[in-house]
Every structure is written in C-alpha cells, then in structure tokens.
C-alpha cells in the first residue's frame, strides 16, 4: 500500500466520542516478552497495525508463535523457539525490533538482529542498550548490516544510562529479569510503557520494584511462568492526537478507555492553550476556541512527549500570536515543518526550533507524511484547511494507527484512503 495516500478535506468542528486502541510501543515490548517462557501468555488490546503484523512474522521466523484468539487478543507461546537468528531486513524495518534482543538472550545465547529503523527523522543510537546489556555480560559484534549479541550467561549489575531512554531500559529490564542477581537501573525511564511491562513481567514471576521512577530493582529469576492475562494500556499518543483534533476544528471530543495521568502534561498544555479538558476515571472530554499560542519543550516522560510535539505544532499553526517549540528528545524531528509550510502556515526551524507565527485558515495542497506522528499532524491540518488536502507516504501513519480513517469519519471527518487501481487492499 506504499501508493496509497490520504484525501483530507476541511469537515467543520469534530464531533463525538472515540475509543483508543492499545499502545503500539508497549504491545511491542509485551510481544518480546512473550520469548522469556516456555509457557502461553494472553495478551488483550494489542493494535491491529503494521509494526504488530511485522513483529508477527519476526517472532514466527524465530518459532514464538502468536495467535489471535479473538480481535486484539492474542496468545503467545515461546516454547518453540530455537533460533536467535532474526530477519535482518525485516527487523531492520522499525526500532523496537530490538527488544528481541533482551529477550531472547538468556533462552538462546546469540542474537543477530538487523539495525534499528522506523521513523525517518534521523538515528536512533542503541548506545545505551550496548551499555546496558555488556554490564550484564554480553559482548557485541557490529556487521555492516546487523550486529550479533552473545553471551554465555547473564549476571546483574548496576547500570547507569547517560541519558533516559525508554527503548533502553525495557530491553535492560527483558534481559536483567534472568539475569543471576540483582540488576539496579539508574537514570531510568519513567514512562508508563516501562511500568506496563514490568507489571506483565512480575505477572510471569519477575521481581521488579521500581518501575515508574528512575531507579527500578530487579532480582533474576530462574525462570518464568505463563497462564496469565494482560490488558495493555491504552495509546496515550493517539488520545493526545484526538484531544488536539478538537482544539483544530473548534470540535468537541470524547477520548475513551483512556488513563488521565498518562496524559498530565498534555492536558495541561492545552488548558494552557485555552482548551477546555475535562476528566471522568477512564475518560477524557475536549473542546476548544479562540486558542492562543506558546512555548513548547518536549522530554522525556513525565514532561510532553515528543510524539505529541507534531499534532502539537498543527494547534499551535492555527493559534492566535506566536509559538515556539523545542523538542529535547528529537531535535531533528522536524520534518512536518516544510510540508505544513505547503499548507500556508507561517512557520520555520531556526536552531533545532520551531518558530511559529498563527495563522487564521490553511490552505489544501498535496503533502508527504515523513513519520507517524508527521501524518498526524498533517490530517489535522488538512481538517481544518480550505480545499483538498492529499497526504502522501501513508505508510507511516499506517504503522501506528490500526483505522485511522474510521476512527476520525465516526467524529465527522472527511477523510478518504485512496488506492492506485491495481493494488488491493491488505
């Protein structure tokens, strides 16, 4: 479907209540951690999209089968695995192919993995994961196209990350929870990714303390258990996404299945904006006017995350006055700027920061969605500009969005997929 692109068109004020899915960056870590026993897991809420469907065919390649037992629930069974040898194109394909790597140390002592791809807005080092899982006694072997990770066994360590990394401290946490001893993370990532895993992970028999704050404790064990179920959390980037799409067309939005905390220093920037959010326990309302712009910073959770820092940038385009972002986490992430441009905003990037000034209406044009977090920010662009707005390279918004489409008709979005004649949709 890398043809196929999006036709937005301007649809008034969004209306309605929509249901987020699962979050993608905790299913794929929840997925690997189906490798850590020989025993069956159950897995609800895992998102239909692309990044699921390729880790699919990674983990079968590699004999961790996952069936889907009914819509977004699946089961996985580890018991078959018997090689650590993976795709190299298809885990070269997107970033969190390398929770493999954690997770499948202890069971098969050689990993050789593809090196990390994903989102086009520059490298994504794996300096930290090197750092982390050498401290717990693996030795890599850098290729030209993939790297090997050995070891004979694993012991814990202390660890501490030069900078938070959430990729990082989960494929820490996989490998430490058989690691022999006790592992200790400093610096660790707080995001709620890494306390979802280490919930399923002490389901399974780990002991993980910690998870959540910067220094999380985990004592090896022998091995792990299955016969559990697990629920993961809800997608607190694409109800960041939704929220923000009430404050583009003056609309009134609902997000469901939602945990409000998740999404703190969100709501407050957009109460900031002069948005009005209000909160029920697993629901969140949206609505918004007359928004005025802001400074934005981006970090590492729990300050804004830098995937709603585009959505962001489109609230910010139609905001009266002016608007600075600076995204501490991407600084190169900017490649929404020039196609945003395309639609008549009046923004730039002068030293890593984006500069914006409002604008009172957007014009449509045809436009490129570099990354998934890129494309969402030009729909809601396109929602709110006069004529037709067509995005290009969909493929990225389809790796975290299971129907984005649907999810965004049912609040009264004109949005349309189109496909070239000759190709079929999967």
Known sequence: MNNAWFEVRNSGPLNGEVTIPGAKNSALALVAAGCLTDETITIHDIPAIRDILLIKEIA?????YMEEKEKNT???????????KLDVAKTSDFRASYYFVGALLAKVKTVQIGYPGGDDFGSRPIDQHVKALS????????????????????TGADITFDVITSGATINAMLA??????????????????????GNLLNLMGAKIKGAGTDRITIDGVASLHGGIEHTVIPDRLIAGAFLMAAGVTNGRITVKNVIPEHLASCTNKLIELGMTITEEDDSMTASGSALHGARIQTGMYPELATDLQQPLTTLLVLAAGSSSITDKVYPNRTG???????LGADINVVDHQIMINGVSKLMGATVKAHDVRAGTSLILAGLAADGVT??????HIQRGYEDIVGLFTQLGADITLHQPAHQTQH
């Open 60 to 64: 079968e390649d590699i004999g961790l």
């Open 74 to 84: 699946y089961e996985l069974t580890g018991r078959h695995i018997t090689s650590g």
């Open 135 to 154: 401290a717990l006694g693996a030795t890599f072997d850098f290729k030209q196209k993939y790297y090997e990770v050995s070891c004979d066994k694993l």
């Open 176 to 197: 430490a929870v058989k690691a022999e001893g006790r592992t200790v993370l400093h610096n660790a990532a707080k995001d709620p990714e890494v306390v979802d895993l």
């Open 336 to 342: 929404h700027v020039a196609e945003l441009k395309k």
């Open 390 to 395: 067509k995005i290009t390279d969909i493929k």
